[in-house]
């Protein structure tokens, strides 16, 4: 099992960065494909980003694609997100999920896909 646990969220300017991340438990992190997802007030959770767990493949969301980057760090056990030019349609929280993945270069989108999530991060964009 894995537990995960998101920070950085917090209340910005539209047009600015954030950075959030995600801490993973556990000794196997590295065999965990990973993702993540949004939720905004009154919506439905929404598909982000998802990494391999090799972190060589990585596959966007066409509403953050050339605004967000997803990545890792194994040795770390850490997910990351990477947010630039905020919009305020980014608002919402933001969790990250893993599942096992068999192969290095596995990714995945849906999040019934997913066995493990955090807890959330609240991202609010102001106009």
């Known amino acids: 099992q894995v537990q995960l646990v998101e920070s950085g969220g917090g209340l910005v300017q539209a047009g600015v960065s954030l950075r959030l991340s995600c801490a993973a438990s556990?000794?196997?992190?590295?065999?965990?494909?990973m993702g993540w997802f949004r939720q905004a007030p009154g919506k439905e959770r929404e598909f982000v980003a998802a990494?391999?767990?090799?972190?060589?493949?990585?596959y966007y969301a066409d509403s953050v694609k050339g605004r967000f980057t997803i990545s890792r760090d194994n040795a770390k056990n850490t997910l990351y997100l990477q947010m630039n030019l905020l919009k305020p349609e980014d608002t919402a929280v933001y969790y990250c999920?893993?599942?096992?993945?068999?192969?290095?270069?596995?990714?995945?989108?849906?999040?019934?896909?997913?066995?493990?999530w955090g807890q959330g991060t609240q991202v609010t964009v102001s106009s």
């Open positions: 990494i391999s767990w090799s972190g060589g493949r990585t």
């Open positions: 999920a893993a599942r096992t993945a068999y192969y290095s270069g596995s990714y995945y989108i849906l999040g019934s896909d997913y066995d493990y």
């Open positions: 556990g000794r196997t992190f590295s065999s965990y494909a």
